[in-house]
Nanobody, 122 residues
């Protein structure tokens, strides 16, 4: 199944957005989930991830202290709260389920959604 991202949009620098990742089959509550972002012509880059147990969280240095990943098991979703947004955060954000060993490599993830666009104006 493909996951579904939402919550992107246009925001001024310093603003906030909350991105949501849901599973049509309601299978996220037992899954490790990651958020990545990708610019045109570039590789997908790790942003944050959360384990299904614990949970444990992981962040890219570029977003640490500004973004928070969390689980909403009641709604079977994974949220990415993005605060203090910068123009360099402009990208398409994707979520996916982790099946491989690396938390940080996109090759460990499957069931990618279609992405949600985030644009941060100066």
């Amino acid at each position: 199944e493909l996951l579904a991202e939402s919550g992107g949009g246009l925001v001024q620098a310093g603003g906030s957005l909350r991105l949501s990742c849901v599973s049509p089959g309601r299978t996220l509550r037992r899954s490790d989930v990651g958020w990545f972002r990708q610019d045109p012509g570039k590789e997908r880059v790790f942003v944050a991830a959360i384990s299904w147990s614990g949970p444990m969280t992981y962040y890219a240095d570029s977003v640490k202290g500004r973004f928070t990943i969390s689980r909403d098991d009641a709604n079977d979703s994974v949220l990415l709260q993005a605060n203090s947004l910068k123009p360099e955060d402009t990208s398409v954000y994707y979520c996916a389920k982790k099946y491989g060993s690396s938390w940080y490599s996109p090759s460990s993830y499957y069931n990618w959604g279609q992405g949600t666009h985030v644009t941060v104006s100066p």
